[in-house]
């Protein structure tokens, strides 16, 4: 297992692709401890990799909220001893997020917050339980558009995640002479329900995946196979990059 007895922070855990991620680090090894705003879905989550033999302990509570992070983090090393991996994978990409024109200063300031700020939260309170181990891992979700442009705008996300990106960058260089790694994972278009309820049509849907050259929309399970690369030791001399997950879409020029 490539995971054993290492604890790891899974935020958004109720669901997509932060359910598929605290089931497989479970399976690898790890011990998880689960965070969603959503209480039922995160006691699912729970169930589930218990169900399965896993060792988990839920956390409810908005990334965005800084009292919340730290008791997600407080409990989790009261039940488990130790952090030694933060998967910052909590993010929002409502409807109403468009162009700058057409998105409103509301939605502007709730994606900042959970995407952006709860990445900063949950670093601010995990790196020091990281540094009490002699270091750790720093996974951070962000997006294929935090690197390119998009004629189908969501600027608010878009804003947001490539901040996460530079926030990676920046930690990278700050904490790798203290034995932390930091590395942020853009998934290409995964087809997710988050992703499905953005979609108006079948034709817009074949829009989209006729850019990727691999030929199909990405899972779950794609993006979370490259965190187990990060969060394992088989990363150990890799910092501050940047992992397109995408089937090729961001290399695609037509």
Not at 122 to 140: A, D, F, H, M
Not at 151 to 180: F, M
Not at 219 to 248: C, H, K, Q, R, Y
Request: proline content about 4%; charged content about 20%; overall charge negative.
């Amino acid at each position: 297992m490539r995971l054993a007895d290492k604890v790891i922070l899974v935020t958004g855990a109720g669901g997509g692709m932060g359910r598929v991620a605290a089931e497989t680090f479970a399976h690898e090894g790890a011990k998880i401890i689960a965070n969603d705003y959503a209480e039922g879905p995160l006691e699912e989550t729970v169930a589930l990799v218990r169900n399965a033999g896993g060792e988990i302990v839920g956390v409810p509570g908005n990334v965005a909220i800084g009292a919340n992070v730290q008791r997600a983090v407080a409990e989790g090393v009261r039940a488990f001893g130790r952090l030694d991996v933060l998967y910052n994978n909590a993010g929002i990409m409502p409807s109403e997020d468009t162009s700058v024109e057409e998105t409103s200063e509301e939605t502007l300031a709730r994606v900042l917050d959970i995407n952006l700020k709860g990445v900063f939260l949950c670093c601010k309170y995990g790196i020091p339980e990281l540094l009490k181990t002699g270091g750790g891992s720093i996974i951070n979700i962000a997006s294929f558009v935090a690197v390119l442009g998009c004629t189908v705008p969501q600027d608010a996300y878009t804003a947001s995640k490539g901040g996460v990106l530079s926030l990676t960058r920046s930690l990278a260089v700050q904490y790798g002479p203290r034995g932390i790694r930091a590395n942020a994972i853009c998934p290409g278009p995964v087809e997710t329900p988050l992703l499905r309820k953005l979609w108006t049509s079948e034709d817009e849907r074949n829009k989209r995946l006729r850019r990727i050259p691999m030929g199909r929309f990405g899972t779950a399970e794609d993006i979370v196979n490259a965190g187990v690369f990060l969060a394992s030791d088989d990363s150990s001399w890799i910092t501050g990059n940047t992992f397109m997950v995408d089937g090729g879409i961001t290399v695609n020029y037509f």
